[in-house]
């Protein structure tokens, strides 16, 4: 039985609310396809604890809309809010699907993880370790897009999410960073950030 | 008989990689229309779901008639599994794009502050003689040049995401939002002659 959040309503704008829950039902999609595809099981755990957070938000959000409708007018203009949150919440439910497929143990043939890395960039999950030259730089001077063509989608800091990390956000010692690129890219990006490779090349 | 498995695989792929995309450019399009409150781009993820109902069965019909052994069965399972979220979540960018087709006041809340909602949606056929054949998006610079931005490119049936290495063709019609005064431009810039 997995633990149920109890839910108590707390003031957090709609907008908001609506906000985070776009931005992690589409981070959740990228991480789900790659723990699918290249059998990553604790990618596959993130995902499904993710889709808890979602539920929550929605809650959160289904309770505030309640609040601020007062009459058929309100009613009218949420109603599209509403929609958006539960299709938001969908794709999360859809992403938890797919990672599923890698916590029950189905699996997808191992053929089409690496025929669908020739064609496609993927994820990959990279720990900040000591020493590595990434340490306490913000991610506008490690420019990695034209270094060696990797993002830094999302960053896992203790038990929080920051998703699409601003430029001027820096890397901590023990950070968890979701980067995306072509594979030789996220590689070399690997060695550099557990400190293997202690140079970032031109 | 290896070769032969790797090619229906290969096959598989690239169908599962479409299915991919297209929902994921749906959950795009199904955005910007909320956010520019867009029929036209609604509309186009209407469609797109109903696209993707055929490549999904055609997904499927392909996964289950590729004789896989008993001992791959679960690894085939796992694939159709794939095919049914990526189904899903279009369906979801479908349910969010009804809500600017049934006409529900825009809420402010929708807009999501990405950018200002005074953007207008165009489309623009690529014809003879347009500077963006054979360019990749990269190349194209159809952002520093009209200021638009591209959200989808029409090709035939499909509709692809704008991905920096994807190459423009003569045909292709490009889905495009931005400021009114960038339309012009991005009209000449894709066919020259017809304006």
């Known amino acids: 039985m997995p633990k149920f959040e109890k839910i108590e309503y707390k003031p957090i704008p709609v907008h908001d609310l609506l906000l985070e829950m776009k931005n992690l039902s589409e981070l959740m999609i990228d991480l789900a396809y790659s723990a699918a595809l290249f059998n990553d099981k604790e990618l596959a755990e993130d995902v499904i604890e993710l889709e808890g957070r979602i539920d929550t938000l929605a809650y959160l959000l289904d309770m505030e809309i309640m609040i601020a409708a007062r009459d058929a007018k309100d009613a009218e203009t949420l109603i599209g809010v509403s929609t958006v949150a539960s299709a938001a919440d969908k794709i999360s439910d859809a992403a938890a699907d797919i990672a599923a497929i890698v916590t029950r143990d189905i699996g997808i043939h191992p053929i089409v993880g690496e025929i669908f890395e020739k064609v496609e960039e993927r994820l990959m999950k990279v720990t900040v370790k000591e020493g590595s030259v990434i340490v306490g730089k913000q991610i506008d001077e490690l420019d990695l897009a034209a270094r060696m063509g990797v993002d830094i989608i999302a960053i896992r800091r203790n038990k929080d999410w920051i998703l699409d990390p601003e430029e001027t956000e820096r890397v901590f010692l023990g950070d968890i960073l979701i980067t995306r690129g072509a594979p030789m890219g996220i590689k070399e990006f690997k060695d550099i950030a557990e400190g293997r490779l202690t140079k970032l090349e031109d | ?195």
Not at chain 2, 66 to 83: Q, T
């Open chain 2, 1 to 195: 008989m290896v070769e032969r498995k790797q090619e229906i695989f290969e096959e598989i792929v690239t169908r599962f990689v479409e299915l991919k995309n297209t929902s994921e450019l749906m959950i795009d399009l199904a955005y910007s229309s909320l956010m520019l409150n867009s029929k036209e781009l609604a509309e186009e993820v209407e469609r797109l779901e109903e696209y993707m109902d055929k490549l999904h069965t055609d997904f499927e019909l392909l996964a289950l008639t590729s004789d896989f052994k008993k001992e791959e069965a679960s690894g085939f399972l796992g694939l159709i599994r794939l095919g049914v979220a990526t189904e899903k979540i279009a369906d979801a960018a479908a349910e969010m794009a009804e809500v600017v087709l049934r006409d529900i006041e825009p809420h402010p809340v929708l807009k999501l502050a990405i950018r200002e909602a005074e953007e207008t949606v165009t489309q623009a056929c690529v014809t003879d003689n347009s500077p963006l054949i054979n360019k990749t998006l990269k190349e194209a610079r159809v952002h520093e040049e009209t200021g638009m931005w591209v959200l989808a490119i029409k090709r035939g049936e499909k509709s692809l995401r704008p991905k920096p290495d994807l190459r423009i063709q003569l045909g292709d019609i490009l889905i495009a939002s931005g400021y009114a005064e960038g339309v012009d431009d991005f009209k000449k810039l894709a066919s020259p002659e017809h304006l």
